[in-house]
T-cell receptor, first 111, second 113 residues
């Protein structure tokens, strides 16, 4: 069990640029979640995959956000035309059932 | 919708003091309850969980009991250590909602020697 990994750990980008984050879940986990955490707040749910199917998206996930999980393995989260309000920690978690295990997160700073 | 309300911090204690962090919830279904901990510079780690009423979750000297009648899941530890300094998050998930987690805002705990 190598745990959930996320890359990059930090990303600084200029407003208007596109960014993509990657999450590698624990290998046998079929469920994968993305959350966003801003300073002083708890994580907020963004989207959920079961295997390769994206089964739920939060209304927090605007049209500029897209997530994929090809072949039910790793997942990517892309933000197009970044805005300063997108600055946050983006967390990925995976699970077999209800107990989720989190990666270290990707901290995005939009300047 | 589902929500979690937890005691706002920061909480500052001396080593060996007793800790309580209050957590209450509202849920549309029958939730499982969790405490996650985030140490400085690290990711979220599961501390303990409980899946049904009156269950007690415990780990590393921390305990929390699932109280359905008061919709609460308070975190306690009898004697805190400096190494317990972290942010603690209470969370719930409901099976019918794909088990997505709903978190409280977090409570920063600082333990002084």
């Amino acid at each position: 069990d190598t745990g959930v990994s996320q890359n990059p750990r930090h990303k600084i980008t200029k407003r208007g640029q596109n960014v993509t984050f990657r999450c590698d879940p624990i290998s046998e986990h079929n469920r994968l979640y993305w959350y966003r955490q801003t300073l002083g707040q708890g994580p907020e749910f963004l989207t959920y995959f079961q295997n390769e199917a994206q089964l739920e998206k939060s209304r927090l996930l605007s049209d500029r956000f897209s997530a994929e999980r090809p072949k039910g393995s790793f997942s990517t989260l892309e933000i197009q035309r970044t805005e300063q309000g997108d600055s946050a920690m983006y967390l990925c978690a995976s699970s077999l059932e209800e107990t989720q295990y989190f990666g270290p997160g990707t901290r995005l700073t939009v300047t | 919708g589902d929500s979690v309300t937890q005691m706002e911090g920061p909480v500052t204690l001396s080593e060996e003091a007793f800790l309580t962090i209050n957590c209450t919830y509202t849920a549309t279904g029958y939730p499982s309850l969790f405490w996650y901990v985030q140490y400085p510079g690290e990711g979220l780690q599961l501390l303990l969980k409980a899946t049904k009423a009156d269950d007690k979750g415990s780990n590393k000297g921390f305990e929390a009991t699932y109280r359905k009648e008061t919709t609460s899941f308070h975190l306690e530890k009898g004697s805190v250590q400096v190494s317990d300094s972290a942010v603690y998050f209470c969370a719930l998930s409901v099976g019918g909602s794909n088990y997505k987690l709903t978190f409280g805002k977090g409570t920063l705990l600082t333990v002084n020697p």
